[in-house]
T-cell receptor
C-alpha cells in the first residue's frame, strides 16, 4: 500500500461526457502528479501540483484540467471525452522536499477509464 | 521530446535464467529510475541511479547507469516467478520538477516455474 488513494477505481462512460478523478496523496506529501498509461503511449506525465500551485505541465490536453485543494487532495477533470481517452490514470505523490534527484514518487493504484 | 527506448518489450524465460533489460535515450538525464508494476497496481520504485557509470545492486537485481547518463540496464540473476511483472525505466530532468518523469514503454517479464 503506497498510501496514495485514487477513486474511482473503474469508470465507464460515453463519448462527449465529463468525468472527475480524485486523488488523496500520502499524508504529509505536498506534491501530486498525474500520469496517463495507455497501451500505445505507455506512461505519460500530465501535470504536477505542489502545495496547491501548478508546478509542471506535460502532454496534457486542453480538454483536461486539474487542481490541488487546500487539504492537498487533487482532482483531474476530463471533458468532451473521446474513445482515445480510455486509459489508466495514475496519481503519484512525493513530499516535494526530497533532495533531487533521488526523490521517490509513490503511485496510487490508478483509475481505469473506459470511454464507449 | 526526450524518449526512452526499452528493449526487449517482452521477455519469457524459465526460472533460474538470467536476463537483461535495456533502456536507451539520445538525451542526457540527471537521473534514471527503475520501477516495477504488477497488474492492478501502480509502479513501485526499485532504484535510482544518478552518477554516470554507477552500479547498484538490490539482491539479485543489478542496475547500471551509462557513463554518458543516456542509457541504463537492469540485470536479473537467477530469475524467479515472483520477478514477473512490468519493468519500467524513467528518466528525470533537473530542478523542482523531478517528478516529471519520462518513462520507457516497459518490458513485460514472465518467469515460468
Amino acid at each position: 500500500d503506497s498510501g496514495v488513494t485514487q477513486t474511482p477505481k473503474h469508470l465507464i462512460t460515453a463519448t462527449g461526457q465529463r468525468v472527475t478523478l480524485r486523488c488523496s496523496p500520502r499524508s504529509g506529501d505536498l506534491s501530486v502528479y498525474w500520469y496517463q498509461q495507455s497501451l500505445d503511449q505507455g506512461l505519460q506525465f500530465l501535470i504536477q501540483y505542489y502545495n496547491g500551485e501548478e508546478r509542471a505541465k506535460g502532454n496534457i490536453l486542453e480538454r483536461f484540467s486539474a487542481q490541488q485543494f487546500p487539504d492537498l487532495h487533487s482532482e483531474l477533470n476530463l471533458s468532451s471525452l473521446e474513445l482515445g481517452d480510455s486509459a489508466l490514470y495514475f496519481c503519484a505523490s512525493s513530499d516535494g522536499t526530497a533532495t533531487f534527484p533521488t526523490g521517490e514518487l509513490f503511485f496510487g493504484e490508478g483509475s481505469r477509464l473506459t470511454v464507449l | 521530446t526526450q524518449l526512452l527506448e526499452q528493449s526487449p518489450q517482452f521477455l519469457s524465460i524459465q526460472e533460474g535464467e538470467n536476463l537483461t533489460v535495456y533502456c536507451n535515450s539520445s538525451s542526457v538525464f540527471s537521473s534514471l529510475q527503475w520501477y516495477r508494476q504488477e497488474p492492478g497496481e501502480g509502479p513501485v520504485l526499485l532504484v535510482t541511479v544518478v552518477t554516470g557509470g554507477e552500479v547498484k545492486k538490490l539482491k539479485r537485481l543489478t542496475f547500471q547507469f551509462g557513463d554518458a547518463r543516456k542509457d541504463s540496464s537492469l540485470h536479473i540473476t537467477a530469475a524467479q516467478p515472483g520477478d514477473t511483472g512490468l519493468y519500467l525505466c524513467a528518466g528525470a530532468r533537473g530542478g523542482t520538477s523531478y517528478g516529471k518523469l519520462t518513462f520507457g514503454q516497459g518490458t513485460i517479464l514472465t518467469v515460468h516455474p
